[in-house]
């Protein structure tokens, strides 16, 4: 009989972004705004993500999309990308992620895919600290520490 395993993440829930700590109201606007630099014309999702450095700079991203599929980038990997390249050295302290379907006001609940988790783990690692993420959700926003709280069973460098 094989032994069961459970894997299990933990979050805080600010029912009201008005109650979130730090700068997580900025920084749920920032990714509310970066929506509108998304290019989604086949899926009509719109998904922006905030991030702030340690010297309290904030970059965003936006979803491009791509005729030819999978040729485009989500809005975490074109943010974490633009911050490792144009910032490079600079922690990563938090990101925010949101989206919207096109031609609605109401901001949904969405969650990193797998490539965007992998990559924004590589800069958790390369930072050695981790980084707080911040997911809109149906009842407020959900808080998690870091972003290995949202991928427990991890590959990096280890790994290889």
């Known amino acids: 009989m094989p032994e069961k395993i459970v894997f299990s993440t933990t979050a805080n829930l600010y029912k009201n972004e008005n109650l979130l700590p730090n700068n997580g109201k900025m920084l749920i606007e920032k990714a509310r705004e970066a929506c509108q630099g998304a290019y989604s014309p086949y899926s009509n999702f719109c998904v922006g993500a905030a991030l702030i450095l340690e010297d309290g700079e904030v970059v965003t991203g936006a979803n491009q999309e791509n005729a030819a599929y999978p040729s485009g980038l989500c809005a975490e990997r074109s943010a974490i990308y633009w911050a490792g390249a144009n910032h490079k050295g600079k922690k990563i302290k938090a990101i925010a992620v949101t989206a919207h379907r096109t031609g609605e006001d109401k901001f949904l609940a969405v969650s990193p895919c797998g490539s965007c988790r992998q990559a924004m783990l590589e800069y958790e690692h390369i930072q050695e600290g981790n980084?707080?993420?911040?997911?809109?959700?149906?009842?407020?926003?959900?808080?998690?520490?870091?972003?290995?709280?949202?991928?427990?069973?991890?590959?990096?460098?280890?790994?290889?």
């Open 131 to 160: 980084i707080e993420v911040l997911l809109e959700s149906d009842g407020g926003v959900l808080v998690f520490p870091s972003v290995a709280s949202l991928l427990p069973l991890q590959f990096d460098k280890k790994s290889l």
